[in-house]
């Protein structure tokens, strides 16, 4: 079952006339421990499948002594997607992990050869910027000449720091810049692919309410108090 935090989508590229599939995953985990499977949140179920697999996750367990451990070995949700995808011929191309920020991208083995320039970068934003339960990390790269960059976000808490959010969206705009002539910056890649948790609210209105207008589809009556 999928967390109501959690979030899946399937965007689309094409080179040459061919469409290339991209199954994402966004979760903020809470420090709770992997799950024993993830065939349904990885849609391996699907009749087609997927050609690239990108998962981020926020609040990634990491205590100091956990988080030490997973710098010598695999953390274990790093684990489980290793052993849940390299049956199906799905290798880890990169990952990056920033305490308890981790972004993993993995590609079915016949698209590696036309993987390359691979770029890690992250940026802190929590305590003054010197802390790093809140900011972003990235991974960038080309793909069949195509310029992407994936950015895996956990901005501040809480209903009434919609200013700070918006301030720490722009300091990782701003600081992660990469070693590439043609896509030095996050925006001057083809696409830019930015997700996480950003912790953006509707204000004013109460769970009932929001639940409702979801229910029965009346999202103009949310969209004013959106703070995005």
């Given at each position: 079952?999928?967390?109501?935090?959690?979030?899946?989508?399937?965007?689309?590229?094409?080179?040459?006339?061919?469409?290339?599939?991209?199954?994402?995953?966004?979760?903020?985990?809470?420090?709770?421990?992997?799950?024993?499977?993830?065939?349904?949140?990885?849609?391996?179920?699907?009749?087609?499948?997927q050609d690239l697999y990108v998962i981020g996750l926020q609040e990634v367990y990491s205590?100091?002594?956990?988080?030490?451990?997973?710098?010598?070995?695999?953390?274990?949700?790093?684990?489980?997607?290793?052993?849940?995808?390299?049956?199906?011929?799905?290798?880890?191309?990169?990952?990056?992990?920033?305490?308890?920020?981790?972004?993993?991208?993995?590609?079915?083995?016949?698209?590696?050869?036309?993987?390359?320039?691979?770029?890690?970068?992250?940026?802190?934003?929590?305590?003054?910027?010197?802390?790093?339960?809140?900011?972003?990390?990235?991974?960038?790269?080309?793909?069949?000449?195509h310029m992407l960059c994936f950015l895996n976000c956990h901005l501040a808490a809480y209903?009434?720091?919609?200013?700070?959010?918006?301030?720490?969206?722009?300091?990782?705009?701003?600081?992660?810049?990469?070693?590439?002539?043609?896509?030095?910056?996050?925006?001057?890649?083809?696409?830019?692919?930015?997700?996480?948790?950003?912790?953006?609210?509707?204000?004013?209105?109460?769970?009932?309410?929001?639940?409702?207008?979801?229910?029965?589809?009346?999202?103009?009556?949310?969209?004013?108090?959106?703070?995005?």
């Amino acid at each position: 079952m999928m967390e109501e935090n959690e979030q899946q989508s399937q965007p689309s590229l094409t080179n040459d006339g061919k469409t290339f599939s991209l199954h994402m995953v966004t979760w903020n985990v809470a420090t709770a421990e992997p799950p024993d499977d993830v065939t349904s949140l990885l849609h391996l179920n699907s009749p087609k499948s997927q050609d690239l697999y990108v998962i981020g996750l926020q609040e990634v367990y990491s205590r100091p002594l956990r988080f030490m451990s997973d710098m010598l070995v695999d953390d274990p949700w790093t684990h489980l997607f290793m052993s849940t995808l390299a049956p199906r011929r799905y290798l880890k191309v990169s990952s990056i992990r920033m305490q308890g920020l981790l972004l993993l991208f993995f590609s079915k083995l016949e698209h590696v050869p036309f993987i390359r320039d691979i770029q890690t970068t992250y940026t802190r934003t929590g305590i003054f910027g010197y802390w790093g339960n809140k900011g972003g990390v990235s991974i960038r790269l080309s793909f069949y000449g195509h310029m992407l960059c994936f950015l895996n976000c956990h901005l501040a808490a809480y209903l009434k720091y919609a200013t700070e959010r918006v301030d720490e969206f722009k300091h990782i705009l701003d600081m992660q810049t990469f070693d590439c002539k043609k896509a030095p910056r996050i925006l001057d890649h083809r696409l830019v692919f930015w997700f996480g948790d950003l912790n953006f609210r509707i204000q004013d209105h109460d769970m009932h309410f929001v639940h409702s207008c979801i229910n029965n589809q009346t999202y103009d009556l949310l969209w004013s108090k959106d703070q995005v």
